[in-house]
């Protein structure tokens, strides 16, 4: 090394006055600063090979069997026993799928994306809620009713996989290994039953562009989601892995399976085969075609395979749904009056009484919720201001409070 080089740095060539620490090698001299700038790198580099050659860790015994997860929804979600194998067998599945390696024979585990049909109130964002707990994987829940085609006033397809990426901590590794549960599937339905030849701007465009997200491929997506812009850095996801789960209350459907059930008994067994049917529930016979009846678009259909249906809230699930549950809605309001060391003790026949209203109202689950909040709606604005430390809902009391909102008119 030469004697005009011997004092200055053999990378920014900076000179020994000029840095705080200069350090001399046998053919070079490196300082401070970049050796400061060279052990980032070199950390960044073995992190980012690590992460990438890490892969699934989780190993197939510490898997939760199907039977295991239905177990833990039980405890949270009354009834729903079907849906509830499917989304368990779906979970299990989707695992086996992260840790499976392509052998000689080159069988390569396929997905199978889900589709829940069920009337509003029936559970199905809460079943994806719920299982999400249960998950070692990214779990994102979005609203079909706020995508739009690109171009037009909402949100692009592609802020599907922004909510994902902001689940998985923004590592495109993790969230390529992730679920999605999208809500409210049948408000993208096309208006009619034929192709359009004008743009649907929140129904069968929507729709097109799910394809490329469902079938697996790589779809860029804007780092902070919002519109897309060409000067805009975007990240690569791979959605070969991520399982899609969709759920919709799909309001009417009902009369295309009555529909197709009357025009499938023909002959002198028409009588003896409908019969059989439950016309009370007929989401139970619900199939593909029907999807495509009520609008979904036959491309969407085929990816998304596994289909399943929530059954109605009969007057049982709904008292169940009320006290049993480990977050039953009773639970809750236990527990709020509990903080301000207020005892809550509430008559049977009150519970009777909010299970009769939320089936007058025909509002599901969600209107035990909503009746019960407007029973206890006094109660929590003054008790917490007062020394009582006890509140008894009885009948009367809770038929006092339902008339003061208007909820009961007096005949």
């Known amino acids: 090394m030469s004697k ?22 046998a053919n070079g001299n490196i300082c401070d600063e970049c050796a400061r700038m060279a052990n980032d790198i070199v950390i960044r580099s073995l992190t980012q090979k690590k992460t990438k050659n890490a892969g699934f860790r989780l190993k197939k015994e510490d898997l939760a069997k199907p039977a295991e997860i239905k177990t833990f929804l039980d405890q949270y979600v009354i009834g729903q026993d079907d849906a509830k194998r499917y989304l368990s067998v779906a979970v299990y599945n989707h695992y086996k799928r992260l840790m499976q390696k392509v052998l000689l024979d080159d069988v390569e585990i396929e997905k199978s994306n889900i589709i829940m049909v069920g009337a509003t109130g ?5 079943l994806a809620r719920t299982i999400a707990k249960k998950l070692h994987v990214p779990f994102a829940i979005v609203d079909a009713t706020v995508l739009t ?26 969230a390529e290994r992730g679920i999605v549960f999208i809500d409210e599937i049948d408000k993208i339905a096309r208006k009619g039953d034929n192709p359009s030849i004008t743009r649907d701007v929140s129904g069968e465009g ?5 394809l490329k997200l469902l079938e697996g491929s790589v779809v860029n997506v804007p780092p902070q989601g919002g519109r897309k812009h060409p000067d805009q850095k975007m990240i690569a996801i791979n959605t070969k892995n ?11 459907i009902e009369k295309k399976i009555a529909q197709r059930l009357n025009t499938a008994v023909v002959g002198y067994t028409a009588s003896r085969n409908t019969a059989t049917i ?31 249906y929530l ?25 709020l ?20 209203k939320a089936i007058e109202f025909k509002l599901g689950a969600r209107g035990l919720r909503s009746i019960t909040e407007t029973i206890m709606m006094d109660a929590m604005f003054d008790l917490p201001s007062t020394n009582e430390n006890e509140l008894h809902v009885t009948h009367n009391y809770a038929r006092m409070k339902l008339e003061k909102a208007s909820l009961i008119v007096e005949s």
């Open 278 to 308: 439950d016309r009370n529930n007929l989401l139970q016979y619900i199939a593909p075609q029907d999807l495509k009846s009520f609008g979904l678009i036959p491309e969407i259909i085929g990816r998304l395979p596994v289909l399943t």
């Open 337 to 356: 009056f509990d903080m301000d060391n207020i005892s809550l003790q509430i008559d049977e026949d009150v519970y009777e009484f909010i299970v009769d």
């Open 122 to 126: 029936t559970g199905k964002t809460l």
């Open 206 to 210: 929507v729709q097109q562009g799910l």
């Open 311 to 335: 059954n109605p809230l009969d007057r049982t699930a709904l008292r169940r749904i009320l006290t049993e549950p480990k977050n039953s809605i009773i639970r809750q309001y236990v527990k």
């Open 149 to 174: 085609e690109a171009g037009y006033v909402g949100e692009d397809i592609e802020s599907i996989l922004t909510r994902l990426l902001q689940v998985a901590d923004y590592k495109v590794e993790e």
């Open 242 to 252: 991520i399982l899609f789960i969709c759920g919709g209350a799909f309001d009417g």
């Open 4 to 25: 005009a080089n011997a004092d200055k740095c053999s990378f920014c060539e900076k000179s020994s006055r000029e840095v705080d620490l200069l350090i001399s090698g």
